[in-house]
């Protein structure tokens, strides 16, 4: 049973943390992603890697940085975290063809 | 560009017949087709390509009109396990990188 797991389903943290979300995948994709899940505004990337060591800056990355040392982890960092970086987190794997995004169950986010 | 997708809504009963559209402004190279049950996190339905070729799942249908810009989506004779938000994703670099999704259809499908 292909997998994408999350490290956290919920969590919570003050203003001005540093934010570390986990994303590992079991499958062997090349291709990784990172999106935010906002009401009204839908699903939006924030980055996406091709390749270990390899990213992309998807539509928002600003007050985001990821990191991707080895194929199967994928980390999303928020350095200084805020109020409007409260969101749901999904992280999503595929192979490099056109082929299906498979998701992880998501981070809630809640930033106090 | 975003996708714009129609209805936002709708409300169906269980047999009923519904179609999903999802419209692009830009030229697409494919569409990808997911749903999002509450609380869980979007499944693959499936990918329309340009050239006609699809991939998803036998009991989905759909179109991919190149000419228009524009998928729809097919449900008949829906189920309760229908229900859900329905995104498409729009890939409009040929790349399969950086898909552009739309704001989503919720459906429900009641007894």
């Known amino acids: 049973d292909v997998k994408v797991t999350q490290s956290s389903r919920y969590l919570v943290k003050r203003t001005g943390e540093k934010v570390f979300l986990e994303c590992v995948q079991d499958?062997?994709?090349?291709?990784m992603f990172w999106y935010r899940q906002d009401p009204g505004l839908g699903l939006r990337l924030i980055y996406f890697?091709?390749?270990?060591?390899?990213?992309e800056k998807g539509d928002i990355p600003e007050g985001y940085s990821v990191s991707r040392e080895k194929k199967e982890r994928f980390s999303l960092i928020l350095e200084s975290a805020s109020t409007n970086q409260t969101s749901m987190y999904l992280c999503?794997?595929?192979?490099?063809?056109?082929?299906?995004?498979?998701f992880g169950p998501g981070t809630r986010l809640t930033v106090l | 560009q975003q996708p714009v997708q129609s209805p936002q809504a709708v409300i169906l009963r269980e047999g009923e017949d519904a179609v999903i559209n999802c419209s692009s402004s830009?030229?697409?190279?494919?569409v990808h087709w997911y749903r999002q049950k509450h609380g869980e996190a979007p499944v693959f339905l499936m990918i329309?390509?340009?050239g006609g070729e699809q991939k998803g799942h036998e009991k989905i249908s759909a179109s991919f009109n190149e000419k228009k810009q524009q998928s729809s989506l097919y449900l008949t004779a829906s189920q309760l396990s229908y229900s859900g938000t329905y995104f498409c994703?729009?890939?409009?670099?040929?790349?399969?990188?950086?898909?552009?999704w739309g704001l989503g259809t919720s459906l429900a499908v009641n007894p």
């Open positions: 890697s091709y390749d270990v060591k390899m990213k």
């Open positions: 499958m062997d994709h090349e291709n």
């Open positions: 999503a794997s595929s192979l490099p063809s056109f082929s299906e995004q498979f």
């Open positions: 830009k030229a697409l190279y494919s």
């Open positions: 329309l390509l340009k």
């Open positions: 994703g729009t890939d409009n670099a040929g790349n399969n990188r950086k898909l552009i």
